[in-house]
């Protein structure tokens, strides 16, 4: 039987003439992936939120300073766009876990804060929050937390030129169906 197409090139990746360790690599990358977000939609339910939302108001929390921080600041932080995190960000204030005020060094933009009833609420979770991260990653030491870290921040960064890539073979494509 043959073997399909290799799925990568660089020989720092293949095993000998096999893709197979690489391929396993992003299907257990996909798996934590897909548990990583199970978790965070699981302790933004105890909080009674969606998981995004949860995210975006402990992300706001942790950046926030003695002044607030920015939506842009936000987004780029999470990997979402502005509108996205507006949006998300409008809920928050909603329900009064979240203030949004003028940034006054560009009145068109807004700064957030978490509010005493959003503090309250991370507050609450985390005594769940701990154990539950402690056992997501419950397999690193020192060493691999710091080597996973940096490769985490590089990865997402490679992510993003691949997904320039992969545009830039979707645009023919596009334009032969007339869209």
């Known amino acids: 039987m043959d073997q399909p197409p290799l799925t990568i090139s660089r020989p720092e990746l293949l095993d000998g003439d096999s893709d197979a360790r690489f391929r396993q690599l992003l ?37 926030q300073g003695e002044r607030g921080v920015g939506v842009k600041a936000i987004a780029d932080h999470l990997g979402h766009s502005g509108a996205f995190v507006t949006i998300e960000a409008g809920k928050l204030a909603e329900a009064g876990l979240v203030d949004k005020r003028p940034n006054p060094a560009d009145r068109r933009r807004v700064l957030l804060t978490v509010t005493a009833a959003g503090r309250a609420r991370l507050d609450a979770l985390a005594p769940s929050q701990r154990p539950v991260n402690d056992a997501l990653f419950a397999s690193l030491d020192r060493s691999d937390f710091e080597r996973l870290s940096a490769i985490a921040g590089d990865l997402v960064t490679d992510a993003d030129h691949a997904l320039a890539l992969l545009e830039g073979f979707a645009q023919p494509r596009r334009r032969a169906r007339g869209g």
């Open 27 to 63: 299907h257990r990358l996909l798996a934590f992936a897909g548990r990583l977000e199970a978790v965070r939609a699981g302790l933004g339910q105890l909080i009674g939120l969606s998981g995004v939302q949860y995210t975006i108001l402990i992300c706001i929390a942790h950046l």
